[in-house]
């Protein structure tokens, strides 16, 4: 084989776990169509791995090419946006008529201008954090919420989807950072309260695999939120608190002027 044939044959592996990830999304298009939305929601899960791996695979083989991060962004849409809005729709938000495919197509939507933004600034943003909720964890969300409700029927699962449509929807195109973990390396040393974190989530999914995914989906789709507002909250009580100490020394200056002045008096 010629350096030429196989570098060409390098060009093509990145490709071929994307078509894997558009082949995970048409197919969870097909399952919810059937109504067989557990197998619609495990679709989604697998495009994702597909959606990492791609990725990992360009940057091992040296062979990241604008063609593929256009089709990765296409498939994207398909199995992070459009699936997922139909998975809910064709589940739980059809008895609400326009409301509820207007939140699916509202979830799509955000999800496809998410894509469209970070192509257009990831390379000005930092590797350790995203700007808004990736679209492959909203779709994670909605997946998670599907296969949870197929095993622990909870109630009002009708209203609970419609709103968490709208609200992942936001979260996708808002400027609220999360953390990518490209930064994070096992290699260096960490805490021992971390080891017993993950071997506690470990037990759990054993016993509740499809509640072990939700709670960790939903926690780092509500963590960004959460961080920022207890960032703001923390600064303004910091500007009220150096306010404060502030109306106080100035005060302690008036009335130690006005004593002074007294006592010339």
């Known amino acids: 084989m ?24 048409f197919y969870s298009l097909v399952q919810s169509f059937n109504h067989d939305f557990e197998k619609a929601a495990y679709a ?23 063609f593929g991060v256009e089709y990765d962004s296409i498939a994207d849409v398909v199995s992070f946006g459009v699936a997922p809005a139909i998975l809910a729709y064709v589940w739980v938000l059809q008895p609400f008529g326009n409301v509820g495919w207007t ?49 622990v029927h909870f109630e009002h699962p009708h209203v609970i989807v419609l709103l968490t449509m709208f609200a992942l929807g936001l979260l996708m195109v808002s400027s609220i950072r999360y953390r ?10 960490r805490s021992f309260f971390l ?10 999914a054993a016993v509740h695999h499809e509640v072990t995914l939700l709670v960790i989906f939903a926690y780092y789709a509500a963590w960004g939120p959460l961080r920022e507002g207890a960032v703001a909250l923390n600064r303004i009580i910091f500007q009220k608190k150096k306010g404060g100490i502030t109306a106080k020394a100035e005060i302690g200056e008036w009335a130690s002027h006005e004593g002074h002045s007294g006592d010339d008096g």
Do not use: Q
């Open 180 to 189: 990518s973990f490209k930064d994070f390396d096992l290699k260096h040393r």
């Open 44 to 66: 989604i899960m697998f495009a994702g791995l597909f959606d990492v791996l791609d990725g990992r695979v360009a940057r091992i083989t040296h062979s990241t090419s604008k």
């Open 103 to 151: 939140a699916a197509f509202f979830f799509a939507a955000c999800g496809a201008l998410r894509l469209a933004r970070f192509n257009t600034i990831s390379e000005e943003l930092p590797k350790s954090y995203f700007l808004g909720l990736p679209i492959p964890m909203a779709a994670n969300v909605v997946a998670a919420t599907a296969i949870t409700y197929h095993d």
């Open 2 to 25: 010629s350096p030429r044939d196989k570098h060409a044959y390098i060009l093509v592996l990145p490709s071929m776990f994307t078509t894997g990830n558009l082949f995970c999304g």
């Open 195 to 204: 080891l017993v974190t993950l071997v506690t989530i470990l037990a759990f």
